[in-house]
């Protein structure tokens, strides 16, 4: 087996000579002997020298045995049946071989060498001869039994200066790397390379973990043979996905690409795009659509040799029910703060949002698991003490099984003492649901993402977010807030209609207005994969070729009414008008009001407020003690000297590591302030007053009275009203 690089000659099994003496095998040392000038052909060598062995084995003892005239034993036949059945001298995995002479009869071979040795005939110099032989083949079979390995990898992106965005603890867990894991894991167990492969598997997130492309070549190569999966790829991982297949490439490993990137231009664009190409042109292997179903033969197709350029599973989507089970390794899992890990309970989505591109890999039809399934999952990780889960359904509220699965949460928390955690993702109409909001907290759920997007019912129209109603939009947070589950919010800036001083308004009717916990904001982007972006590209209006800046966090082309620079200025804005101390500190006031933990609201505020501002990254994308490795830079960038790069590094820690302290202290400090005022328990303000009545718009709703579709349950302008 090749160690360190380098193939190192196995110990040759010792064949039977025509005149009873041991002698290796000439071809067989030929084959070492070759191995050791091309440590490449090491694997390739074993198995030769392990199929000419058989061979030879089976034909001397097939020889001794017609040779004989005493009844045949049953050892040569076993040699037989392992050398028809063996997966190195086949092109696929064995199928069942024919019972031998003393399975026909209905003996077991156990039973009849004690029949021979009754007899007297297991002495006989032949049967002694073919146990020679039998010794001999079980030095074979070790060394002839091989392993796959596969390695799975989710990438991260590169930030403005070209390196890898990684940290020493990220804050969310990857359901893809998850998903695959557990349907690789699931071949290994089955063994579907055949009975004597051994498939291995290890997995890691690159935003907590630092990538050994030489160390991966090389355990795969000890292996014997492997591939790589980079998985989950998102458009702004695209690049760095495409850097990493190119190095494991270049030292002759199979590469495989999935995830969203990959299977959004696929699924929306015509045409290949030039990036995909690309990696076609490395020989990199693309995988669209989902993998439930089509593991084994993808594993299969790369073990052979025979894999196909495109996979394309797009049009026939794998049903959720009983599908195999997401699951990672607990080192894995305890890189992510918090130990949390994810699952699906459901993909798909029925709404029509024109920026997502949900709807147009996973579907508009929902597909769902079962609470078994979740039970199972949920089982499965506690197992290795993780109990913490992030729920990846982009709208969980919408899936139909909801409820039996919470009541099985219910179940395992209350009658088991599972400690379960959950952050849900949901739609701003969940409060309709009777009984959604609190069968999710008593499930776990400590933090749910809205998607509430913008709070201009024209621009919402504009992109078919039609579901959105933002009269219930107060009626929705008080709802969850009364459950004590921290509110995170999304808002896209960059919208049509626009501006940045629309912006500004929003903001601050948001903050005066809307009891949300933390909000986050993101450029309205035209993602691969979603509506927005195949009509700009099919009618040719510039995008940045960039598909590393496709992170939300940059403006990819032209706003109709912003310059890009106005826009670029406005989104950091956002960040600063919201986060002010003064509304910092009313926040807390809130939180504390409602019985929500007042150090995990500032905890989480001080991320929200600081990642952007600070680290110049998302807070979706944060994560704790960055890491900077010098030799990990994008392709075609200058890999800084040693004597520049680390003296700029211990600076730049420095600065960002005294601008966290900074702000830090300053909510600390708050919070201490808040806490100890006696008046915040019974603290009121126009957010956390229930609305009156839908027929009394308030100040919201009077804003974009003229801009409401005029829809069931809509409010009725003020001015339709003194009419």
């Keep these: 087996m090749a160690t360190g690089g380098r193939a190192r000659t196995p110990s040759l099994p010792r064949t039977v000579s025509s005149g009873g003496a041991s002698s290796i095998h000439p071809q067989p040392r030929r084959i070492i002997l070759l191995a050791k000038r091309d440590e490449f052909d090491a694997a390739r060598a074993r198995r030769a020298c392990a199929a000419i062995m058989i061979n030879e084995v089976t034909e001397r003892a097939r020889t001794d045995i017609l040779g004989a005239d005493e009844p045949q034993p049953v050892e040569p036949l076993l040699i037989a049946q392992f050398a028809q059945s063996n997966p190195l001298t086949q092109s696929r995995p064995p199928v069942p071989s024919k019972p031998t002479t003393a399975s026909r009869s209905g003996e077991g071979p156990k039973a009849y060498v004690a029949k021979l040795r009754v007899s007297g005939h297991i002495g006989h110099p032949r049967v002694r001869h073919t146990a020679r032989a039998l010794r001999i083949l079980k030095g074979v079979a070790a060394m002839a039994k091989r392993a796959f390995r596969v390695v799975l990898i989710k990438p991260s992106h590169y930030d403005s200066d070209g390196y890898v965005i990684q940290w020493r603890r990220s804050t969310l867990p990857s359901n893809s790397l998850a998903t695959v894991y557990g349907l690789v894991e699931r071949c290994a167990q089955e063994r579907v390379l055949g009975p004597d492969v051994d498939i ?234 009777p009984g959604f909001i609190e069968k999710a907290a008593r499930a776990g759920c400590r933090a749910v993402f809205i998607g509430l997007e913008n709070i201009n019912p024209e621009s919402l129209m504009g992109t078919k977010k039609r579901q959105n109603k933002i009269w219930e939009y107060r009626e929705m947070l008080l709802a969850w807030q009364r459950q004590k589950v921290i509110t995170y919010a999304g808002y896209i800036l960059g919208f049509p209609t626009d501006t940045p001083a629309s912006i500004a308004r929003d903001i601050e009717i948001i903050k005066k207005e809307l009891p949300i916990d933390l909000l986050e904001f993101f450029y309205l982007t035209p993602l691969p994969g979603s509506e927005d972006h195949k009509k700009l590209y099919l009618r040719g209006v510039p995008m940045d070729p960039d598909m590393n800046k496709f992170d939300l966090e940059h403006a990819c082309t032209a706003h109709p009414v912003m310059s890009k620079e106005e826009w670029m200025r406005t989104y950091m804005d956002a960040w600063a008008r919201y986060y002010t101390d003064e509304h910092a500190e009313t926040i807390l006031r809130r939180a504390v009001a409602g019985g929500l933990d007042p150090k995990k609201i500032i905890d989480a505020m001080t991320i929200f407020s600081g990642a952007s501002r600070i680290e110049g990254v998302h807070p979706l994308q944060f994560g704790f003690l960055r890491r900077k490795i010098r030799t990990q830079r994008r392709y075609g960038m200058p890999i800084v000297n040693p004597l520049i790069f680390y003296p700029w590094r211990a600076y730049d820690f420095v600065k960002t590591t005294a601008q966290w302290l900074r702000l830090i202290r300053r909510y600390r400090r708050m919070m201490k302030e808040v806490v100890a005022d006696p008046n915040t328990k019974t603290y009121m303000d126009e957010a956390l007053r229930p609305q009156e009545g839908r027929n009394k718009p308030d100040h919201l709703v009077e804003v974009f009275a003229d801009k409401i579709p005029k829809t069931h349950g809509a409010p009725v302008p003020a001015a339709a009203m003194a009419d």
């Design 200 to 433: 291995e598997i290890e997995a890691c997130d690159e935003c907590n973990t630092v990538i050994d492309v030489a160390g991966v070549a090389k355990r795969i190569r000890a292996a014997g043979s492997g591939m790589v999966g980079l998985v989950g790829v998102q458009s702004n991982q695209y690049p760095r996905a495409l850097d990493l297949g190119r190095q494991f490439r270049k030292l002759g490993l199979p590469v495989v690409m999935g995830g969203f990137h990959v299977s959004g231009c696929i699924s929306m664009l015509p045409t290949l795009p030039a990036d995909l190409q690309q990696a076609l042109d490395l020989g990199i292997h693309l995988f669209a659509g989902e993998a439930e179903g089509r593991m084994a033969d993808l594993l299969f197709d790369i073990a052979r040799g025979t894999a196909k350029p495109i996979y394309k599973f797009l049009d026939d989507l794998p049903e959720m029910a009983a599908a195999v089970h997401p699951i990672l390794p607990r080192d894995v899992v305890t890189r992510v703060a918090g130990h949390y890990s994810s699952f699906d309970a459901g993909r798909g989505c029925p709404f029509q949002c024109s920026f997502c591109t949900i709807i147009n890999v996973q579907g508009r039809k929902s597909r769902y698991r079962t609470a078994d399934d979740v039970e199972a999952i949920v089982r499965a990780n506690a197992a290795q003490n993780i109990t913490r889960f992030f729920v990846t359904d982009d709208n969980f509220a919408r899936n139909r099984n909801w409820e039996p699965i919470l009541d099985r949460l219910i179940e395992l928390r209350e009658k088991e003492n599972f400690k379960i955690r959950l952050i849900l993702q949901v739609d701003t109409l969940c409060h309709r649901i």
